[in-house]
């Protein structure tokens, strides 16, 4: 009896481990952005969030440019990319199961799909 109960704490103690592992938005994210000219290019977003507060970095072909005024309340998260003179808007929703963010990008609401990058 012992003997179980030590091995459904250990493996309820395995699984919260995984899953806070993967239940927050920090770290790096990529996805393929469609330009206003129809051609796709990568980018990626690398987030780091202290409590409500979200900062972090975009990375394209042309630069790393920061994150500002960045939030995240529940499963929703807004900032702005600073890409040199352009401030552009993005406002998205994180899905529970960690490995993905649907993504508005800038006024036209350009919509793409982050997913994790798994570092090795």
């Known amino acids: 009896m012992k003997r179980k109960i030590f091995i459904t704490a250990a493996?309820?103690?395995?699984?919260m481990a995984a899953y806070a592992m993967f239940a927050d938005i920090n770290g790096k994210w990529s996805a393929m952005l469609k330009g206003?000219?129809?051609n796709e290019f990568p980018i990626t977003y690398t987030f780091k969030s202290d409590g409500a507060t979200l900062t972090g970095t975009v990375?394209?072909?042309?630069?790393?440019?920061?994150?500002s005024d960045g939030m995240v309340k529940g499963d929703?998260?807004?900032?702005?990319?600073?890409?040199?003179?352009?401030k552009i808007k993005n406002k998205g929703r994180y899905y529970a199961n960690g490995d993905s963010i649907s993504l508005h990008v800038g006024a036209r609401s350009t919509h793409t799909t982050l997913t994790r990058v798994i570092e090795k």
Not at 59 to 67: E, M, N
């Open 36 to 38: 206003p000219d129809g």
């Open 59 to 67: 990375t394209s072909a042309i630069g790393t440019f920061d994150i």
């Open 11 to 15: 493996l309820l103690c395995f699984f």
């Open 76 to 86: 929703s998260l807004w900032f702005t990319a600073n890409i040199n003179t352009m």
